[in-house]
């Protein structure tokens, strides 16, 4: 399952709202799709699983949604420490896993 | 606090070998999948294998089929990656990620902070 994530970059001033887009080249079976945070220099975090549950520690200004073959991360007020790469990734029961190519937020 | 320490990388030739090592803490090991997952330079991520929990079933991406053998040793908390016929494109910083449950079709959910790896002559 090729998953491809729109826009490539995202430039914005904080407290707007970012809308990350993730399409699936075949419709995901179950919810098995989360997002995960890629600060430079740093491991990815878990963001969102199953589509739209939260990680712990992750705050409500973060939430996913979707269904089928598309997804969408939203950051309903952007913060400067949003700035990052953000993956999508499907993890369904038969390999092979894939992630997203990514889409970068930058804070103007 | 959970926590992934990998170890193992360095420089090697290609067609070489290479075993990183994932050290789990934090806790119970047996019941929880471990995966590996790559990240070019300047690239995006890539799964390159799974080891679920209890019954140490095994998957990974074509790409390393054949060549990559991951494993997991419960007295030492561990899993190993071992990495044979090396490839340049194999160049990459390696993480490990814990599963959120014991089965392949869990999300992971702490990372480990990677260990690099480098396949050049």
């Known amino acids: 399952i090729v998953l491809t994530q729109s826009p490539g970059t995202l430039s914005l001033f904080p407290g707007d709202r970012a809308t990350l887009s993730c399409r699936a080249s075949?419709?995901?079976?179950?919810?098995?799709l989360a997002w995960y945070q890629q600060k430079a220099g740093q491991a990815p975090r878990l963001l969102m699983y199953g589509v739209s549950g939260r990680a712990t520690g992750i705050p409500d200004r973060f939430s996913g949604s979707g269904s089928g073959t598309d997804f969408t991360l939203t950051i309903s007020r952007l913060e400067p420490e949003d700035a990052a790469v953000y993956y999508c990734h499907q993890y369904s029961r038969s390999p092979p896993w894939t992630f997203g190519q990514g889409t970068k937020v930058e804070i103007k | 606090e959970v926590q992934l320490l990998e170890s193992g990388g360095g420089l090697v030739q290609p067609g070489g070998s290479l075993r990183l090592s994932c050290a789990a803490s934090g806790f119970i090991f047996s019941s929880y999948a471990i995966t590996w997952v790559r990240q070019a330079p300047g690239k995006g991520l890539e799964w390159v294998s799974t080891?679920?929990?209890?019954?140490?079933?095994?998957y990974y991406a074509d790409s390393v089929k054949g060549r990559f053998t991951i494993s997991r040793d419960s007295s030492k908390n561990t899993v190993f990656l071992h990495m044979y016929s090396l490839r340049a494109e194999d160049t990459a910083l390696y993480y490990c990620?814990?599963?959120?449950?014991?089965?392949?079709?869990?999300?992971?959910?702490?990372w480990g902070t990677g260990t690099t790896v480098a396949v050049s002559s």
């Open positions: 075949q419709r995901l079976s179950g919810n098995y």
């Open positions: 990620a814990k599963g959120a449950g014991g089965s392949f079709s869990y999300h992971t959910d702490v």
């Open positions: 080891i679920t929990g209890s019954d140490s079933v095994t």
